[in-house]
């Protein structure tokens, strides 16, 4: 009896059959307007046996073992990714030369799926080449070699999004700096709290419980109730205090939205210091001592660089957090791309929501990909 070897790759495989009926693309005569789904045969007749012969192809490769297998699953993954996305764009090309200026061609959920399943299956064969994180990284990162040189050459410029892009550059560009200034300006202050606090809480262990039970209920306030609490008090101690408005506080905007991102960071930074100082081995500590070392070179020496990889742990956890709740404190006046996204949705306008929540996403996994390499690397140089 044939045994599957890859049940992941299987139904990955299985669910891109069904995918095929979806619609590919999205035609409508300007971006107002919803228009009408496009399905992959009404744009390449004959295409629907390519578009099942290929998840065919995977259910075969999932029923066969060995190293080979994966890499051919890689690259032939990586092939559909990008052979779905120089598609798409080449029917935007087609669609604009005989519609209008102003039609705008996007992705249907049929494209979103497959690019979707083409990841998926991408990372599940990286997984299964290699344990190091260092490769996985790499492998990981060159998959998107080809596509960005697509975006370079071009080849996507009529999709509905790279038209929005276009005409909203300005508005981007702002929304990146502000959505960056958002994440270091929680970072810098979460870290010159956390790290003092984390190391005070370690040092008096019968303080943690009521430390952790204070930041663990500031964790569960829900982020806007959090945004609105910050509102009243700063306003009032602008009225109060007339000179805190030239130094940029203010009810609303970036004062309230950083203070509650750097309320939300203590929790996972301060976890992180007391976990990552506790877990330093007794006999590591007591062999520092053997040697001579005081106790701010057994800390500077021995504790710190043997707690940095918990350490980064947790603030990876913060960056990629901050990431996405900050697209939530545009609803005070913090900007960012979550000011698109809002005014997308009341505009109804789907190229302007995904305008703004696709950098979010982009920007949260770049975060996690090098903080990830950066403890790969970190641990990688202690082990030898």
Known sequence: MIRCQNRVLLLLALIALAAALLPFGNYAPNRLVSGEARALWQIWPRSLLLAWGVPLLFIVLSFIRGRYVAIATLLLAQGVFTLLLWAIGDAAIR??????????????????????????????????????????????????????????????????????YANRQDVFDDALQQHLLLLFGTLLPGLLIGIPFGLWCWRHPARQTRVFAVL??????????????????????????????????????????????????????????????????????????????????????????????????????????????????ALIGAGGFGALVFQGLLSSALDLVLLGVIPVVALAVITDALFSLGIALLEGEQGD
């Open 216 to 329: 663990n209920v500031i964790q569960t306030i829900p982020s806007v109730a959090l945004f609105g609490l910050l509102i009243a008090p700063l306003a009032g101690l602008v009225q109060q205090f007339p000179w805190l408005s030239r130094v940029g506080v203010a009810g609303t905007g970036l004062t309230p939205a950083l203070i509650a991102l750097v309320l939300y960071a203590l929790l996972p930074l301060v976890r992180g210091v007391v976990a990552g100082m506790q877990q330093v081995p007794a006999d590591v500590l007591e062999s520092a001592t053997a040697m001579g070392m005081g106790r701010g070179q057994r800390f500077w020496q021995v504790q710190l660089p043997l707690a940095m990889p918990v350490l980064l742990r947790s603030l990876r956890v913060v960056a990629v957090q901050t990431v996405g709740m900050a697209v939530v404190a």
């Open 95 to 164: 669609l604009a030369e005989s519609g209008s200026p102003l039609a705008r061609t996007s992705p249907g959920s049929g494209v979103w799926l497959w690019l979707m399943l083409a990841l998926l299956a991408s990372s599940d064969a990286i997984r299964r080449l290699t344990s190091r994180t260092a490769w996985r990284w790499l492998l990981n990162a060159q998959i998107w070699l080809l596509p960005c040189l697509l975006l370079w050459l071009g080849k996507l410029d009529e999709l509905s999004l790279l038209k929005e």
